[in-house]
């Protein structure tokens, strides 16, 4: 619809909108720097702590997570009834889960790569059960969201696949459907930061009649390559081609012929499981309302924890869930001190909200049930 067909209160809302999501909370540049000084004090005191618990507490998860991988294959592997297959898939999910998320995301922030005790858990070291390739996955994740989080040339996060949460995007037909990709995007949310994480979408995507390149952060320098290309696609085929082997060509033949069929509809059941959760936990961590997105970057340290905090947001959640989601229910903690071990998220918050509060920051939050209702009204909201 062009501007002259829209009335002026439609106006008016659009205006709002734009400026809510664009506009840094107005504070000077003393209370900026006040605001700062407390943040790096709380940092500096709560990593001077990290030590033999926080080595323990991964190694735990870690032994965890493989009593449940070993559990879910068994009964996989033997269940004759569908409750016993039920609980293998439950308990397949819980591992893959828990491996994603609460171990391999920090590993690969190098959470633990200055304590020679967390060795195997160093981000060269962890090769996590996913087709997503561990040097592509920081680069992406790492280097571009997190150092350009909410800013929409820069952070591939803001304006990843074909969506549209900014009137700062163009809008183009494709956008209508959002909500329905989304949804799609979800139920293959592994395979989907697989193919992200290399660039491998940004070739195919200009395929698509009316896709506009410049709407959406880039992976690439220039105008991507076919050498470009080939390496992409070699990032993403290392991992995903011994990732699918693993878990279904080698599990697969154990199982033979008569259970064959059993073993791998309970591994792309627990798969399908991890990739719904997984999905839910990074939406409702930058995609609701109210979440601000930039077209300028911080000028110091200051404005960008600013930046970190009032472009991410927070989901109330118990502790297993909180477990399940690898402390990113925490999404404000974590990008605020991204080398922070999980299990230091939740006792930080409180204390971040604090230090918001005192100084008028925004500070999103609400129940997983509300932030994902919340994702999928912004969504709504920009199909239009």
């Known amino acids: 619809m062009s501007p002259a067909a829209l009335s002026e209160t439609e106006l008016q809302q659009r205006l709002q909108n734009t400026l809510s999501e664009t506009r840094s909370t107005p504070l000077s540049e003393s209370q900026l720097q006040a605001f700062a000084a407390e943040l790096n004090a709380l940092k500096a005191e709560v990593m001077a702590e990290i030590g033999d618990a926080d080595v323990a507490y991964v190694k735990n998860i870690h032994q965890l997570a493989r009593i449940c991988e070993i559990n879910?294959?068994?009964?996989l592997h033997f269940s004759r009834d569908p409750v016993s297959w039920s609980l293998g898939v439950l308990s397949l999910w819980v591992y893959l889960q828990l491996d994603n998320l609460e171990i391999h995301?920090?590993?690969?922030?190098?959470?633990?790569?200055?304590?020679?005790?967390?060795?195997?858990?160093?981000?060269?070291?962890?090769?996590?059960?996913?087709?997503?390739?561990?040097?592509?996955?920081?680069?992406?994740?790492?280097?571009?969201?997190?150092?350009?989080?909410?800013?929409?040339?820069?952070?591939?996060?803001?304006?990843?696949?074909?969506?549209?949460l900014s009137e700062l995007i163009d809008k183009q037909y494709f956008h209508k459907i959002q909500p329905l990709l989304l949804i799609l995007n979800t139920l293959n949310t592994g395979q989907s930061i697989g193919l992200i994480s290399t660039g491998l979408p940004e070739f195919f995507n200009r395929l698509i009649p009316g896709y506009k390149a410049d709407d959406h952060a880039s992976m690439f320098k220039g105008e991507p390559t076919a050498a470009q290309f080939m390496e992409a696609l070699w990032k993403y085929l290392r991992k995903a081609v011994p990732n699918a082997m693993y878990n279904f060509g080698l599990y697969g033949l154990l199982a033979g012929p008569k259970r064959w069929g059993q073993v791998t509809l309970g591994m792309l059941t627990a798969i399908l499981l991890r990739d719904i959760f997984t999905g839910l936990s990074f939406y409702t961590g930058h995609m609701v309302e109210g979440v601000k997105h930039y077209d300028q970057a911080p000028r110091n340290r200051a404005e960008w924890y600013l930046q970190q905090i009032e472009g991410t947001a927070n989901v109330r959640a118990g502790t297993l869930v909180s477990l399940l989601m690898g402390h990113l229910n925490y999404q404000i903690e974590h990008h605020l001190f991204?080398?922070?071990?999980p299990n230091r998220l939740?006792?930080?918050?409180?204390?971040v909200q604090a230090i918001c509060e005192r100084h008028g920051v925004q500070y999103l939050t609400g129940s997983f049930g509300e932030q994902i209702a919340s994702v999928f009204r912004r969504m709504q909201h920009y199909t239009r």
């Open 72 to 75: 879910g294959r068994l009964l």
């Open 105 to 164: 995301h920090y590993a690969q922030h190098q959470v633990w790569d200055h304590l020679p005790e967390a060795a195997p858990f160093h981000s060269a070291n962890y090769y996590h059960n996913s087709p997503v390739d561990e040097e592509a996955w920081r680069y992406r994740h790492n280097i571009l969201h997190h150092s350009y989080t909410g800013q929409v040339e820069r952070d591939p996060d803001v304006s990843f696949g074909l969506f549209r």
């Open 338 to 341: 991204p080398k922070m071990p």
């Open 346 to 351: 939740e006792a930080v918050a409180p204390r």
